[in-house]
């Protein structure tokens, strides 16, 4: 072997290395995924997302995109209304439509929907959870708010601004912002409300939970802990499988 040779493999043996690691990956997510669903007679379904290193220009997806919402919507569709479903969500959140999108198809999907939430389901993660049956959470796991957030601002905040100005210190285009943000508000609101109707919420908590979520009285990245979820009167318990532990880290390792 010249030189040059013994060179190029050398360069070779990292990304040799990480697609074998990436295919073993793989090889035990889906192991793991086949015990939960035999273990349970459900359908798994995983949304999890953490940025990940580039591997040979090809990078993991960090939040709900609509190429997630297509994904999971085909999944949906594959499976018969007797089959049980498990969601698995580990995201900070991610693109509003497409969140919105996943929780109408599961809220309408006629099978038995668990949502697992082992460590955080933030933001449309969040929506996306209430759309199920029940909720499953870590007992120091977080649930997030759901106010809608406009270039780069919470919504409430905005509406909020304007009032507390005279008009003629207004521009037009602060005007028309706060016009989208508020009728941003009402617009999520009403949808987090029609979700709940869906799953047969308590018709006395609905309005409760929906302005707990959506309005903007507190700050979009304050946590929504298990007991305050509780409180609130979301569908919402702990026991989460040890195997869905497992593969949440299987999904955050890095390759």
């Known amino acids: 072997m010249s030189v040059f040779d013994f ?3 050398l360069l070779l043996l990292p990304l040799i290395y990480q697609n074998f690691k990436f295919l073993y990956l793989k090889l035990m997510r889906n192991f793991i995924i086949s015990r939960i669903e035999a273990k349970r007679n459900t359908k798994v379904i995983i949304m999890i997302h953490k940025k990940r290193s580039p591997f040979l220009g090809i990078f993991g997806t960090d939040k709900i995109d609509i190429e997630n919402s297509e994904a999971i919507l085909d999944e949906l569709r594959s499976v018969p209304e007797s089959k049980a479903i498990d969601i698995i969500i580990h995201t900070p959140g991610g ?6 999108q996943i929780a109408l198809a599961l809220a309408e999907h006629k099978s038995e929907i668990t949502a697992f939430i082992p460590h955080y389901a933030l933001s449309g993660g969040t929506l996306i ?8 959470m870590d007992k120091n796991a977080f649930l997030g708010r759901i106010d809608p957030q406009l270039i780069g601002f919470p919504a409430a905040s905005l509406v909020k601004a304007i009032d507390k100005k005279e008009i003629n210190e207004i521009s037009d285009s602060a005007l028309v912002l706060a016009d989208i943000a508020e009728k941003s508000i009402k617009q999520l609101t009403g949808f987090v409300v029609k979700i709940l109707k869906i799953r047969r919420y308590d018709l006395s908590k609905i309005d409760k939970i929906a302005t707990e979520l959506v309005s903007g009285k507190y700050t979009h990245d304050h946590p929504l802990t298990y007991s305050e979820a509780l409180d609130y009167g979301l569908k919402v318990n702990t026991g989460i499988p040890g195997e869905v532990y497992k593969l949440l880290k299987l999904y955050t390792s890095r390759y």
């Open 95 to 100: 693109f509003a439509i497409a969140a919105e």
């Open 129 to 136: 959870a209430v759309a199920a049956n029940k909720i499953v």
């Open 7 to 9: 060179l190029i493999v």
